[in-house]
């Protein structure tokens, strides 16, 4: 067991040179083209997108008001779309080519539109098309997750353009930190499927849009429960299948680290559910439908970062700890700092994102049933590295966030007038009704 | 003629409708409302969060009777949707001027 991690590492660097130099590296032989790792990666890639379209639409369009139903749901959907084409155009090319000699921060525009990528490029044991797509599918879901701290009352061309401008300045640096061969990545920060990348950037830019655009008009007392939780569960429920391939896809092969991410992250969600619903029951005198999922959705943000690390142990303990951390920051967020991160983007995926991303350092340990460590490295280094790296994407993701909303606020409101929220953005940006 | 509007607990609507068979009631309106009283509102639990529910969920009934079985009508919706908790509701009694069967154009008595 010990023996898969350094050599689940030397594939991370081949990877990354492959990226930057996929001829050289074939004419040495490095890598061979896999038809295994091909499938599961190609099925690895419906699977997330899966996850957006329609799992995180559903989750958070049962919790949102029926009258801002449709808004949600098209948030969702638009974002997958303006990503893609993002996506192609210059973000692949920004996250995983190689940057010369800014290649530290940022990567380069030579991959922009796939340029030079053919049905023949490898990337790795795969077709580079096809890492281009699995990768695609996740610079969709993270502006995607985004979406639950200004439901309700952003404006539609507001959100468009915080999204395309958070993906290119937040999204894609620091993927390419971490995942492109970047300054983190050489640090050896450990991030599997995106506990930092993913989660914790769209955790603290959320914090930051609900904080400047301001909270929703009632907002916390007067404001309606969630309309629609039946499709809160179906959406938490695809989300947990979607997972499968965004955590066991990360493992980029068809291989047991693919299965044991599969298992960790079925385990997590498991526990975490389990031990939100102990929470309420024990609370309120209830367990409830909605914060049973929320529990769900709870391990797996907070497995992701670790998944490829640690073992069936360390993911009980990882599903165990995640309910109470995020159940708590929900409170404290909404209550205490009254900011109104509406559907708990930060609470539930920022916080899950750090929590594994910092607990790894420990559970990863061969003690704990981990895969182990790089080799060399103790527990305790790996937690300065994982803190530093917590911590320089938080920084960056916030301060980028505030400049993006400021901006745009100078060209186009970020909001929709009062009269148009209490009307709601279905009937008012969208002239259509969700339930007629 | 009277029109008998009742504001009552959802769960006891086949009880009140039950009893008013007997009666000779033939027909009767029925609303999903919401509402407050003195019951006032409760408050549900979400994430942790409380969102205060203002409005209740509650049945409004209306019924049309001749005026000789009003008393009765009454007295059985109050028995049947009684729970003698807090919310059991109301029940208001108006004089109707006139009734008409639109198929048939049958006035009062004979269109109720």
Redesign the interface.
């Known amino acids: 067991m010990e023996k898969r991690l350094p050599k689940f590492f030397s594939f991370i660097s081949v990877t990354a040179i492959l990226l930057s130099l996929p001829d050289v590296a074939l004419a040495q032989g490095a890598a061979k083209f896999s038809g295994a790792d091909t499938a599961w990666v190609l099925t690895a890639t419906a699977l997330v997108l899966f996850m957006t379209l329609p799992a995180l639409a559903l989750f958070y369009a049962g919790l949102v008001r029926s009258r801002n139903v449709l808004s949600v749901l098209m948030h969702c959907f638009v974002i997958c779309c303006v990503a893609s084409v993002v996506w192609l155009a210059v973000g692949y090319s920004l996250a995983f080519s190689d940057g010369g000699a800014a290649n530290q921060y940022i990567g380069g525009l030579s991959k922009a539109f796939l340029s030079g990528v053919g049905i023949d490029t490898l990337s790795g044991t795969i077709p580079e098309i096809v890492f281009f797509m699995f990768q695609m599918t996740f610079a969709i879901i993270k502006p995607a997750l985004i979406v639950g701290a200004y439901p309700e009352r952003i404006s539609f061309l507001g959100m468009l353009l915080f999204s395309v401008f958070w993906l290119l300045l937040v999204y894609v640096p620091v993927t390419h930190w971490i995942w492109g061969g970047g300054w983190l990545a050489e640090m050896g920060v450990m991030d599997f499927a995106g506990g930092l990348v993913v989660h914790l950037t769209a955790g603290v830019s959320a914090l930051v849009v609900a904080v400047m655009i301001g909270s929703r008009r009632g907002f916390?007392?007067?404001?309606?429960?969630?309309h629609n939780?039946g499709y809160v569960m179906i959406g938490a429920a695809m989300l947990w299948v979607g997972w499968f391939g965004f955590n066991g896809g990360s493992a980029l092969g068809a291989n047991g680290s693919a299965g044991m991410a599969i298992a960790v992250t079925h385990i997590s969600a498991a526990v975490a559910s389990l031990s939100w619903m102990m929470?309420?029951w024990l609370?309120?005198g209830?367990p409830?439908l909605?914060?049973f999922v929320?529990g769900t959705i709870a391990g797996l943000a907070t497995i992701t970062p670790a998944s490829g690390f640690v073992g069936p142990i360390g993911a009980v303990i990882l599903g165990i700890a995640a309910a109470p951390i995020c159940?708590g920051m929900?409170?404290v967020i909404?209550?205490r700092f009254q900011i109104d991160d509406s559907l708990?983007v930060f609470a539930v995926h920022g916080v899950g994102g750090l929590t594994g991303t910092i607990m790894v350092a420990f559970l990863a340990l061969p003690s704990f049933g981990g895969l182990g460590l790089a080799e060399g490295v103790t527990a305790g280094q790996q937690l300065w590295v994982q803190f530093v790296g917590a911590a320089a994407t938080a920084a960056w993701a916030i301060f980028a966030s505030v400049v993006i909303v400021w901006i745009i606020r100078l060209v186009t409101p970020m909001r929709v007038s009062e009269e148009d929220e209490t009307e709601g953005l279905d009937i008012t940006s969208h002239g259509e009704r969700g339930y007629n | 003629m009277k029109m008998i509007m009742a504001v009552i607990k959802p769960s006891k609507l086949d009880d009140v409708r039950g009893a008013l068979s007997p009666l000779g009631v033939t027909g009767m309106t029925v609303s999903e409302v919401k509402g407050f009283g003195r019951q006032g509102g409760h408050t549900?639990?979400?994430?942790?969060?409380e969102?205060?529910?203002h409005f209740v969920p509650k049945i409004k009934i209306e019924v049309a009777v001749m005026d000789d079985v009003a008393e009765n009508v009454v007295t059985a919706i109050r028995e049947n949707a009684n729970t003698g908790k807090i919310g059991d509701g109301k029940i208001f009694v108006f004089d109707v001027a006139e009734a008409v069967r639109i198929r048939t154009g049958e006035t009062d008595g004979d269109a109720l």
């Open positions: 916390p007392r007067e404001i309606n429960p969630p939780p929470i309420e609370k309120h209830k409830s909605v914060g929320t159940y929900v409170h909404k209550q708990d | 549900e639990i979400y994430r942790g969060a969102y205060e529910i």
